[in-house]
């Protein structure tokens, strides 16, 4: 029983250390663009953007291809641009 415990425990561990490896390795690689599932209107950002720093991690939405953003009805953003 102890052990079982101690096992889930070591499993949720070890996802959140995944799940954390991920985040820090995607602003490098993983996308070009951010948008916010929350926000009032749908816009994509540049990752340099000083709006796309304020969007939370949560609802933060990421693309590889601009056109994906476009087609998903995002707005490209007017002030950085993308
Ligand atoms: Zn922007």
Redesign the pocket.
């Known amino acids: 029983m102890k052990h079982k415990i101690f096992r889930s425990v070591l499993i949720a561990a070890l996802m959140m250390l995944t799940t954390l490896a991920v985040f820090a390795a995607t602003p490098k690689t993983g996308f070009n663009y951010v948008a916010s599932s929350a926000a009032a209107k749908k816009?994509f950002?540049?990752p340099t953007?000083?709006?796309?720093s304020k969007i939370k991690q949560s609802n933060a939405v990421y693309f590889v291809k601009r056109e994906d953003a476009v087609k998903q009805g995002y707005k490209p953003?007017?002030?950085?641009k993308?």
């Open positions: 816009v950002h540049l953007c000083k709006w796309a953003c007017g002030v950085c993308p």
